[in-house]
């Protein structure tokens, strides 16, 4: 298998990741003169923001994953592959990927960030992450399956491990999902589980900071810790997790609690690809760029989105990394990319702050905006529409706002199913790792 | 793990599988007074009829499964369990499964029936079934899948192998499954896969009688054979496929056909279940059953649905096994069971036939109606109607339709997602075989 993409004499500009940041690029250049080269892992782009709701069985996958060539069908000069970059050759301005070499004239890096066990590989093992549709997926079917075998459990110790569950860090996915199993708790498990005794479930939310949703306003962190208290969530601050081995929770403290789903959600680190000299990693293992975007000592490769560290005046310790700055940057990398093509000069990347949010449940929410911050319903409503009007496309548009209405007047979603696709063996479906065996048998 | 089902006076009716013939058992009988135990492998009901449109990316798999647990919601005296049943202990009024033995006054097996590959090993390993919502999707994932593998590979004959489709069996499945992948191929590939020429696929439909849709009227199977021959679809009739290594279909008159996926929809055979006298068994492996669905030999043990075989005066060689029956039998049972209960005498079945229908495509259905027989766009729109209102839940009512009008006026199904859940190691899912895991360690 190669890359079969043809010759063209517009200069190409290879995109890796199909995330916020590179999606955007790709979109703004794919009407200009250049032959664009998109490579992601997956044919979707994800919508990280909900993948939360998926995990929570309130939306579907297709609502907020939505098929990378469908964006850029009829476009003639975007290519698109399903591949990983294993490395880049950067004094042959290639590429080095399962597909075999690829020469680019700009290469932007978009590879987003992965969550952070801080080297712990027994955690990294044990815990449950959600960084990606199908992670999110895999948490979904966890969960209702455990619930299924709590039924069956009579043992109350071993009961508790299957129904109890622990969030580890109080950012904004740890704080919307403890408060969407809340809801689960006490909407749903008393009409459909009515063998199990709600008030067994115990929802643990783990943060090392002292406050929730650090890096919002104090305004913002009272009010989801008070919204989560009051469903019934144990907030558990200034506490870090120090172990879990399978059954038991280690807290910093000593103490121990019982579950067999943790899900962590205490930060995130870079994505990593050979071939770039290491001084080019910074803090958090992102790739120091200029404002430009361009990877410290390079002119023609570009870091943008999470795995970006770029210093600015009111970002000294750079950006937080959230879907804007990744969008952000993709929209003004396009341009720069026009205009030194036109022999123009590029522009710097100032990041316009359009605000915070984080939902907590029905009805409440928590809302920074630049001047303004509020919490409650409100809050609440203008997380739905946001989050709503930023889904691509019109009919997952569509499809998520029935979901949400039908949700909010049934206190209920419907969506509880444990399907996974049936594997036959005899079928290797994974594309990546079937260009890999070919490549080691070659 | 164990059953933990509380003891009744009421007497206790178990269900082996959650299909239309169970399903509708059990529904009826929900506000009667029995206790009803609901067991399947799955947590939710699967709408068969449009398993093909998941394969084919039209619908979410949400959209055509529905949780058993929503629907008895609030039913106190109806109990559902994730298990498999090994062995009926008839001598005993028990059930042997992966929770240990359960009692019942009343069993009523409505396994359903499995895809027929009439013995042949090789085929089972190597065609693929669409008998079940994850096969569907692990058919889907795998056609676009290959999409993506043939656009990196330059030779030609590998190319066909994985852009052609073979599909085994002209009944409903097959011919719906054949309609949809023409229309994938006209409508999507040009659009979405620009650097495939869709010239190059070739779709197969390979059927062992002398005509597409045996057993529906001369009219429905000539318009079915013109529709998908205007189409593309290249329709083999009165030949067996004999043989398939994975890279070539054998057909029987020796000629080759080569393609990486075969569709296996050439015929359906009853579900196994341990313990019953070899003299239930006939037919297809369908329990032999009298008039009230009673299994041959035993007064409180019942088969209904695809599983059953009942002779019947206007059916002396069994009936068709398709939904209608199912929904029938399982109705009359619940209502036999509680004139039983009530010491009046019980009904004979009289299946009310009441039709047909496929359909192949944009505005292009057959329908046989017992008085009418029609073909093209109003059968269409019949087929259109007639499904929508079979669906469970008014959302999935209202989701299909959207994507099916949304498909109707773009042209164009958006679900085109490679999503695989994550597995995780550490983590067992499978409830029913971590059951199976633990008998074995006692």
Request: proline share 3%.
């Amino acid at each position: 298998m190669i890359f079969n993409i043809p010759d063209s004499p517009l200069p190409r500009v290879v995109i890796i990741g199909a995330g916020f940041a590179g999606l955007n690029l790709a979109r703004k250049l794919s009407k200009s003169n250049f032959q664009i080269v998109l490579l992601d892992k997956n044919n979707y782009h994800q919508f990280q923001p909900l993948f939360y709701q998926v995990a929570m069985a309130g939306l579907e996958p297709s609502s907020i994953a939505f098929p990378i060539r469908k964006i850029f069908q009829n476009k003639k000069n975007v290519f698109i592959r399903l591949t990983e970059v294993e490395e880049i050759d950067a004094s042959q301005n290639e590429i080095i990927t399962s597909l075999g070499r690829l020469k680019y004239d700009h290469l932007v890096i978009s590879i987003g960030a992965k969550t952070n066990f801080f080297g712990n590989k027994k955690l990294e093992e044990k815990c449950l992450s959600m960084k990606s549709v199908s992670e999110a997926l895999f948490l979904r079917n966890l969960i209702l399956a455990d619930y299924e075998k709590a039924i069956s459990t009579t043992d109350y110790e071993k009961r508790q491990g299957l129904i109890d569950i622990v969030i580890v860090g109080g950012g904004p996915t740890g704080v919307e999902v403890a408060g969407a199993l809340a809801e689960m708790k006490k909407y749903i498990i008393p009409k459909e589980y009515k063998e199990l005794d709600f008030k067994e479930i115990d929802i643990y939310l783990v943060q090392g900071a002292d406050c929730l949703l650090k890096g919002m306003s104090p305004k913002a962190s009272e009010g989801a810790e008070k919204f989560l208290t009051k469903m019934g969530v144990k907030v558990i601050k200034s506490m870090r997790v120090t172990d879990f081995d399978g059954e038991y929770v280690h807290l910093a403290d000593g103490s121990l609690i019982q579950a067999k789903k943790v899900i962590w959600a205490a930060g995130i680190t870079g994505n990593r690809l050979k071939g770039l000299p290491d001084e080019t990693l910074t803090y958090g293992k992102r790739l120091k760029v200029n404002r430009y975007n361009q990877v410290d000592g390079f002119s023609n490769i570009y870091a943008i989105g999470d795995i970006a560290y770029m210093e600015e005046e009111a970002y000294p310790k750079g950006h937080p990394q959230v879907a804007q700055v990744a969008i952000q940057q993709g929209k003004l990398l396009a341009k720069n990319l026009k205009s030194e093509n036109a022999n123009q000069p590029m522009k710097e990347f100032f990041y316009n702050d359009l605000g915070a949010m984080a939902t907590i449940g029905r009805n409440r929410a928590v809302v920074d905006l630049p001047r303004f911050k509020f919490t409650g319903f409100f809050a609440w409503i203008v997380w739905l529409v946001v989050h709503l009007f930023s889904l691509i496309g019109v009919k997952n548009k569509l499809f998520v706002f029935i979901n949400w209405v039908w949700n909010y007047f049934t206190y209920d979603q419907s969506l509880r199913l444990i399907i996974k696709p049936k594997i036959k063996k005899e079928f290797e479906t994974d594309e990546v790792d079937e260009n890999r065996k070919e490549k080691r048998e070659q």
